[in-house]
């Protein structure tokens, strides 16, 4: 598995602001990171044509002969699916129980083979009930990769979310702005998070927070509680009914569950943080001068009042943690402090 690859995918993914913008950026993942440029984006709605939001590299007359009759035996249709079929991220033709059939039927051999589809990929997802957006990915061979369908599998974990977002995002235009105005020029970050801690959307400015992870995070966990504790402890999210603050070192941090009658914010919570500069360059010549304060230590004094573990510490700065230790040990001797919170109100006060 890529971890580097799927990292700048799934970032990718999460840039974006609207529906047309995961299609526009999809199109670019699969064809730049996973060689797939043959790709399609269909709109099923029950008893009625699939609409086709977007191709790319299909010829025209098989999209209009597809439309006109062949959706009709696509086995790949959510009205042909049986629910434990739907329920996976990704299928294939080889998941079919009865492939041998399959691969003799008219729609295979009059639709599929003309386009020298050698293998099809899709991507389901039900957006409500009786509505299924699917993506169609056409493989160059037979033969699939099992490392990209693990990370396509992950991958439709986070377009789910992303998709969700999206939805939320044109159905409420105010927020639309809010979220806008903040991208461009605000400096608190915004993260858009459910019941389970999976994240929806967050903007560009909320990368840092999460960047400490990615050395020591297995992909495969990644669409799962990816807020981490040392932003927001434990905390029972249903016992939230208003804003709710935290106070997690210099930062400011503020969460909020939706309330309006839109249903795909239900059980969504907005979460923004502040941070507050308490460790600009006059501290640190001070304590250097003054306290006799290392470098080193300033790195590990500027983690703490991140609200860092020492584990973290330690993972961010390739130390130890015995050395962190250490180093935190003769920070409180020469600082005359015996704890974070009593290290975190001298540094605020020089």
Known sequence: ????????????????LSFNNIIDNLITIFEEFYN???????????????????????????IKAYRKDFYRYDVFTPENLNSDLISKSVLCYKDMPNYKEFIKSRYYNEFIRPQEIKEMLM???KIEEKLYFVIGLSCPSERLNIQLLEELAILAKHLKNAISYSMINENNKDLKNIIEIYSESSSTSLIIFDQDFDINFFTKNSNKYFSQFKS??????????IIPGS??????????????????????????????????????????????????????????????????????????????????????????I?????????????????????????VAII
């Not at 360059?281 to 020492?310: A, H, P, Q, S, V």
């Open 1 to 16: 598995m890529n971890k580097a690859r799927l990292y700048a995918t799934v970032e990718k993914l999460y840039s974006s």
């Open 36 to 62: 797939l440029p043959r790709i399609n984006f269909i709109l099923f709605k029950k008893n009625s044509k699939p609409l086709f939001l977007r191709y790319k590299n299909f010829e025209p007359e098989f």
């Open 123 to 125: 991507i389901p997802f």
């Open 216 to 225: 020591n995070l297995d992909p495969k966990d990644l669409s799962k509680k």
């Open 231 to 320: 932003l927001i402890p434990n905390i029972d999210l249903k016992s939230i009914e208003n804003i709710t603050n935290l106070k997690q070192g210099n930062l400011e941090i503020n969460i909020m569950p939706f309330k309006n009658n839109i249903s795909s914010l239900n059980n969504k919570y907005l979460l923004m943080i502040k941070e507050n500069n308490l460790f600009n360059n006059g501290k640190k010549i001070i304590l250097k001068k003054d306290f006799n304060i290392t470098n080193r230590e300033l790195e590990i004094i500027e983690k703490i009042i991140l609200g860092y573990r020492n584990a973290e510490i330690a993972n961010e700065l390739y130390i130890s």
């Open 322 to 346: 015995y050395t962190v230790k250490i180093h935190i040990k003769n920070i409180f001797k020469k600082l005359e402090v015996n704890n974070r919170g009593n290290l975190m109100h001298k």
